[in-house]
């Protein structure tokens, strides 16, 4: 049995970027933006990988490790929408539980890829002419 994800995820109530904090570490240069947003984004789809992996073996110190990687990642470019799931997924493996790894990491997925077109759609709004 599946658990209720949505019952038991903190709500990202806020908008899935948080643009202020993302333009404040790329210092608001545009090149340095695109060379962060693409850097976030690889590394992201890394992490990913390496979740699905260790949750495969399964290895809740490695998805606890990546999870907690990744947030961290996502926390300082302002990529929140991706955080909660990853929490949750973090928290579990540290108690050694990882019933449900599968659902939050498509939770994460998903938000990883609102972020992603979030940002594909500002970039594109904002681009110089």
């Known amino acids: 049995m599946t658990p ?24 608001a240069d ?38 907690h990687k990744l947030v961290g990642a996502s926390l300082a470019c302002g990529m929140s929408a991706v955080v909660p799931a990853l929490r949750e997924l973090e928290s579990r493996a540290r108690n050694g539980d990882l019933a449900g790894a599968d659902a939050l990491m498509t939770s994460a997925a998903a938000k990883l890829e609102l972020v992603r077109l979030t940002v594909q759609e500002y970039l594109a709004q904002h681009k110089k002419p």
Request: aromatic residues 6%.
């Open 4 to 27: 209720n994800l949505d019952a038991s995820l903190p709500a990202n109530d806020g908008p899935p970027v948080d643009f202020e904090q993302l333009l404040s570490a790329a210092a």
């Open 30 to 67: 545009p090149e340095v933006l695109q060379e962060l947003v693409g850097l976030y984004f690889d590394q992201a789809r890394q992490i990913m990988e390496g979740l699905a992996e260790a949750a495969r073996k399964p290895s809740a110190r490695d998805v606890g490790y990546l999870a």
